[in-house]
């Protein structure tokens, strides 16, 4: 019994120890710049400290770096609908795909052309050719920005926890084995193992899922693209202008507006007039009953005058 308490309380402490060595990591990739004060150590302590550093120092250089890549471009196009094409083809040659499209028509300064934005996810290693091959589809490029994020400590950090969370798990798993073997075991005993089986269980959810966001991320970069189209190369007339097809349309109105005329001239025939005569009905009556008192009391005066 005192063995398997023991055993609990060592799990739940290093779950506390994982959950703070979390936070700490946070901290210091929000001011990777700030140095701990220094404190005085004896001088066997600090050359064991120098050289793990150098230890750790030669480790990390051997890490692959993590980096999340993201790039905006505003680029002015010719024809939108031909770039848009264009663009679709060089994303799916690099092995990605257009995450989202929002286009629409533009001003009159442009003629009513297609203008718009997409959102593109392209494996991070042919980011640079595709920017390449994108300003080449353009007229001109307003705008260019590259951005790359350096996020090896939040991914190594990550790993370790996850292994170590496994781990932990794995021990419970054995724990919980051992103590249903256990002839004096009782059901609270079972439920509390099985309760930090399913703490340590959602905090491995939780952070294989970061971890699978960070794969993400790092694997396929994303840029985004403004499209906006040159009004100076669109004509005057446009060639797809057919005065037919405004007329038809201008009838079309009219005929809309003769229906709706008509529409309103029935519903006042059929609902609102005879609700009208309806209404009238008590009114005239009352009309009618207002007049027979004033002829009434105008005679009963004359009568009396007399």
Known sequence: MDRWIARLVFFSALTALLLAGCGG??????SPMAAPAAQEMPRAES???????????????????????????ALVVADTDVAVSAIE???????????????YKSGPSTGRALAGSMTLRVPAAGLDQLLAELEGLALSVESRAVSREDVTDQYTDLTARLTNLEATE????????????????????ILQVHARMSEIRGEIESVRGRKNLLDNLIGLATVEVSLTPDALNRPIVEDGWQPTG?????????????????????????????????????????????????????????????
Do not use: C
């Open 47 to 73: 050359d064991g400290a120098a050289l793990a550093y150098d230890s750790d120092a030669s480790l990390n250089s051997g890490v692959e770096r993590k980096v999340i890549g993201r790039a905006s471009l």
């Open 89 to 103: 083809t060089a994303v799916e040659q690099a092995g990605g795909f257009v995450a989202n499209a929002n286009f």
């Open 25 to 30: 990591a946070q901290i210091s990739q929000l």
């Open 170 to 189: 794995r021990e419970l798993l054995a724990l919980l084995t051992e103590v249903r073997e256990r002839p004096g075991s009782t059901a609270e005993e």
């Open 246 to 306: 405004v007329a038809r349309s201008a009838l079309r109105g009219l005929v809309s507006t003769l229906q709706w005329i008509g529409s309103a001239a029935i519903w006042l025939l059929i609902f609102f007039l005879p609700l009208a005569l309806i209404a009238a009905i008590p009114l005239a009556a009352l009309v009618w009953v207002l007049r027979w008192l004033i002829r009434r009391t105008r005679r009963g005066k004359e009568m009396k005058e007399k």
